[in-house]
């Protein structure tokens, strides 16, 4: 897999691939349609960030390129990869608790706060893209 050079596209099975950790300025790309919203990507080496019609979906630090993702109510599912770990953030329900698995791996239960925000850290140095299931319990 490889960085989207266009910053974010939708794929021909219909999910949204966007990121560029290769990129030495902060490079945005606003207004994108997608499924009826309007998405801005912000990405370079240092941060991707993610938001549908102005609300805040993904962020991860450093930056790094998600492939296949999708979200409904009760699941989120992609593939991530970058040149070093990464914390990542996704906005989701308030106060609900989720089940995490990162390349097949239950790694737990664990519960978003008041804003929604669920913080999860993914081991991605030298490795090929880790896919990372988040669905609701």
């Known amino acids: 897999m490889a ?12 999910s949204l691939s966007f990121g560029n950790y290769e990129l030495t300025d902060k490079t945005k790309k606003d207004g994108f349609e997608y499924n009826g919203d309007s998405y801005k990507i912000k990405t370079f080496n240092e941060i991707t960030k993610l938001e549908r019609n102005g609300m805040f979906v993904y962020e991860s630090v450093p930056g790094t390129v998600v492939h296949d993702f999708r979200a409904t109510d009760k699941q ?3 593939k ?12 989701l329900e308030a106060e609900s608790e ?3 698995h990162v390349d097949d791996v239950y790694v737990g239960k664990m ?8 913080n999860i850290s993914v081991e991605l140095e030298d490795k090929d893209p880790v896919s990372v299931v988040i669905e609701k319990n």
């Open 80 to 91: 991530v990869e970058g040149p070093a770990d990464a914390q990542l953030t996704l906005e």
């Open 3 to 14: 960085v989207i050079d266009e910053l974010i596209r939708e794929e021909e099975n219909g």
């Open 76 to 78: 989120v599912m992609f």
């Open 98 to 100: 989720y089940k995490v």
């Open 111 to 118: 519960k978003t706060n008041l804003g929604g925000k669920l």
